[in-house]
Antibody, heavy 121, light 108 residues
Framework: EVQLLESGGGLVQPGGSLRLSCAAS????????MNWVRQAPGEGLEWVST????????YYADSVKGRFTISRDNSKNTLFLQMNSLRAEDTAIYYC??????????????WGQGTLVTVSS | EIVMTQSPATLSVSPGERATLSCRAS??????LAWYQQKPGQAPRLLIS???TRATGIPARFSGSGSGTEFTLTISSLQSEDFAVYYC??????????FGQGTKVEIK
């Protein structure tokens, strides 16, 4: 059974940093691209970032480019999102999601339960 | 960036009735279109990929159709557990991978 378990969310002041983690199990983690998708309170889904199966390729939404860094440790089956210079508009539930192949034109076939990030003074 | 537009924003349907949800892309996405279901307090769940292929374990009452720029998700006979928000997403032209704003299916 595929499981994705996010952690690391919490309350942070504007300008602060936070590192999210996503522990994966039930599939060959190193074979699949992984993603972060967020959802602001009462809003829709927004793609944030994607990393290829081997970490060689990363993509970011314009709204987080230069502030967020996605990475992965295939030896530990874990996905990360380092978030710096956080803003109030980054407040959201952050979901870890597995792409159904190594990268590209594929849907997100499994999602974690999410971790809440609140940016507020 | 491809913009995905869903309609209507809210759909009021009685249990047992048919629901038809629409999704339009600002340019062709071929058949690289997915539908997700999200219930309150839960993560999204993949329903349909490739515009019309049901994901594992998804009941046959869910069907998807369309290609290019116009897509439809049909729920043939709404069950109580189907009342939720539904999102379409294109994965043809990326980055970014883009979602529609969602359609809420509520009980009439």
């Amino acid at each position: 059974e595929v499981q994705l378990l996010e952690s690391g969310g919490g309350l942070v002041q504007p300008g602060g940093s936070l590192r999210l983690s996503c522990a994966a199990s039930g599939f060959t983690f190193s074979t699949y691209a992984m993603n972060w998708v967020r959802q602001a309170p009462g809003e829709g889904l927004e793609w944030v970032s994607t990393i290829s199966s081997g970490s060689g390729t990363t993509y970011y939404a314009d709204s987080v480019k230069g502030r967020f860094t996605i990475s992965r440790d295939n030896s530990k089956n874990t996905l990360f999102l380092q978030m710096n210079s956080l803003r109030a508009e980054d407040t959201a539930i952050y979901y870890c999601a597995k792409m159904s192949a190594y990268l590209g034109s594929y849907p997100l076939d499994y999602w974690g339960q999410g971790t809440l990030v609140t940016v507020s003074s | 960036e491809i913009v995905m537009t869903q309609s209507p924003a809210t759909l009021s349907v009685s249990p047992g009735e048919r629901a038809t949800l629409s999704c339009r892309a600002s340019q062709s996405v071929s058949s690289n279109l997915a539908w997700y279901q999200q219930k309150p307090g839960q993560a999204p769940r993949l329903l349909i990929s490739g515009a019309s292929t049901r994901a594992t374990g998804i009941p046959a009452r869910f069907s998807g159709s369309g290609s290019g720029t116009e897509f439809t998700l049909t729920i043939s006979s709404l069950q109580s557990e189907d009342f939720a928000v539904y999102y379409c997403q294109q994965y043809n032209n990326w980055p970014p991978w883009t979602f529609g704003q969602g359609t809420k299916v509520e009980i009439k």
